[in-house]
């Protein structure tokens, strides 16, 4: 058998504490099949996860109940370098501190498309890593 390129499956946490907003970003991955979802509900679950599942990406809601986001993006980052970490928000204005703990993109949340595009990307870049 010949050499083939080989997908290796993107795995997305999901940091959000509402669980509609998990679900539809779940249901709006699931069709591509090169992104598994994890979730978490708040931080101190996210790093747990984390944890024991390393995620590839981190889609990090700001405002959760326990661990901020933005404190939940620095605790991943610190134990997990080289996971990459984006914001996912309600309302504009946290991009700084998002980008000072470690982040590197900023979505809203009334653009899902604009995130569900750039997880496709990534996954679709994912091939043979």
């Not at 290796?8 to 069709?31: E, F, T």
Request: glycine share 8%; aromatic share 4%.
């Amino acid at each position: 058998m010949g050499p083939t390129s080989q997908s290796r499956v993107l795995r997305v946490l999901v940091v959000d504490d509402a669980p509609d907003i998990r679900a539809l970003l779940r249901a709006m991955l699931s069709d591509n099949g090169d992104v598994l979802v994890l979730e978490a509900s708040g931080g101190e679950e996210a790093l747990a996860v984390a944890a024991a599942d390393p995620p590839d990406l981190a889609v990090v809601d700001q405002n959760m109940p326990g661990m901020d986001g933005v404190t939940t993006t620095r605790e991943l980052k610190a134990l997990l370098a080289d996971v990459e970490v984006v914001a996912f928000t309600a309302v504009p204005g946290a991009e700084r501190q998002f980008a000072q703990a470690g982040a590197t993109r900023h979505f809203l949340k009334d653009r899902f498309g604009d995130l569900v595009g750039f997880i496709s990307e990534r996954a679709a870049s994912n091939v043979g890593r």
